[in-house]
């Protein structure tokens, strides 16, 4: 009887701990995971010509992933981008979410786009107000 109850012991201990185990996994792979199922990634290359996206996985793995036709690019305010793999913000050290099954992607959450045309525009509204000071300068030295 007590070998019998010393048994069940040490099945029941045995089955906790793991357990416990497999929730530990669970959780190293959940922060990988963005919150909608997707694996947060490092662009390192966008090759159009063999139709691959090369990227670094936040655990430091590199991955290559075939980009077929039904893979869907998505902006961060959920537009579908038509340029696909051509897409511009598809840049080395670009930030992504991909999700996959397996090796097969299906799809990829693109970034913000810079704000180079912002600044762009600032720049030149500034060019103006330089121009216009130094001709209001210029006026008030010939007076």
């Known amino acids: 009887m007590r070998k019998a109850l010393g048994l069940v012991v040490v099945v029941c201990v045995g089955s906790v701990l793991a357990a416990q185990t497999k929730?530990?996994?669970?959780?190293?792979?959940?922060?990988?995971?963005?919150?909608?199922?997707?694996?947060?990634?490092?662009?390192?290359?966008?090759?159009?010509?063999?139709?691959?996206?090369?990227?670094?996985?936040?655990?430091?793995?590199?991955?290559?992933?075939e980009v077929t036709k039904d893979v869907k690019f998505v902006g961060p305010r959920g537009g579908v981008s038509k340029e696909g793999l051509k897409d511009d913000r598809l840049t080395a050290g670009a930030e992504l979410v991909l999700k996959a099954d397996g090796k097969t992607l299906r799809e990829v959450q693109l970034p913000f786009r810079g704000k180079k045309g912002a600044d762009d525009k600032k720049d030149k509204k500034d060019d103006k107000k330089d121009v216009k000071d130094k001709k209001d300068a210029k006026d008030r030295k010939d007076k």
Not at 33 to 46: H, N, Q, S
Request: hydrophobic share 35%; net charge positive; glycine share 10%.
């Open 23 to 65: 929730d530990k996994d669970k959780d190293v792979k959940a922060k990988d995971k963005d919150k909608d199922g997707g694996v947060k990634a490092t662009l390192v290359k966008a090759d159009v010509d063999r139709k691959m996206l090369v990227v670094t996985l936040e655990g430091g793995k590199r991955m290559e992933y």
